[in-house]
């Protein structure tokens, strides 16, 4: 499996995804510490944030801005790596090895998974570590409302990371279904806005139960997609 992964990354070129990864990673610390230590919150007329001044504003923040960009993220490679293969019919040259067709399709979308769970779980930390550092010498807007030196905060940080990569499964079986790669991230899109967006007060991206209900619901849309392609007609 190892070996199929690694070939999926070498026939997608995942330098370039490494290089894009790095480049959002890179400015989601500068708007970051913009908006903690260099006003951009705040209002123009006042001078003060411009957002409600409480517990939770910067971490909610960045955990909102990281996972709706890695969200997208893992929707535009799972459409490249495996909905497009369908249709340029570059499947066919995969499906002609050896090996069952459920085990390639499972490579490529633990390839997928395998960079973007890393990728989104390194740049959470650049992030946060960016804005932590920034306070040593700077009085942010906002309280400093994480603690790094808490194993909680790294388990709590790998479980939302995993959910929101593995919510891709979602948007990869939409895709499939209507043999689109636009459908992939139009799916993602809007799991984005059910995950994360507020209706009022009301959100479930702080909730502790959703996450775990989300994930197996993805998994099951994983398995669903992998499901049958034995027998599927390319």
Do not use: H
Request: aromatic share 12%.
């Amino acid at each position: 499996m190892l070996k199929l992964i690694k070939l999926e990354w070498k026939k997608n070129n995942i330098r370039k995804y490494i290089r894009n990864a790095g480049v959002t990673a890179f400015v989601l610390c500068l708007f970051m510490f913009a908006f903690a230590f260099l006003g951009i919150a705040d209002d123009p007329e006042t001078g003060v944030p411009d957002a409600a001044f409480d517990t939770g504003m910067l971490a909610s923040s960045i955990e909102m801005l990281t996972n709706m960009c890695f969200l997208v993220f893992t929707g535009v490679m799972l459409s490249s790596f495996i909905v497009s293969a369908y249709k340029n019919k570059t499947m066919n040259i995969m499906f002609s090895y050896p090996i069952k067709r459920q085990r390639i399709l499972a490579a490529q979308m633990l390839a997928v998974w395998l960079f973007n769970f890393a990728a989104l779980v390194v740049t959470k930390l650049l992030v946060y570590g960016c804005v932590l550092l920034g306070a040593c010498f700077m009085e942010p807007a906002f309280p400093i409302d994480f603690d790094m030196m808490r194993a909680g905060f790294y388990v709590w940080m790998l479980v939302k990371s995993g959910t929101i990569v593995t919510m891709g499964f979602i948007a990869l079986f939409v895709g499939m279904k209507m043999k689109s790669s636009k459908a992939v991230i139009v799916s993602a899109f809007l799991l984005i806005v059910l995950t994360q967006a507020n209706v009022g007060e009301v959100t479930l991206r702080d909730s502790v139960v959703f996450p775990v209900v989300l994930m197996g619901i993805s998994l099951g849309f994983a398995f669903l997609s992998v499901l049958g392609v034995e027998r599927k007609d390319l």
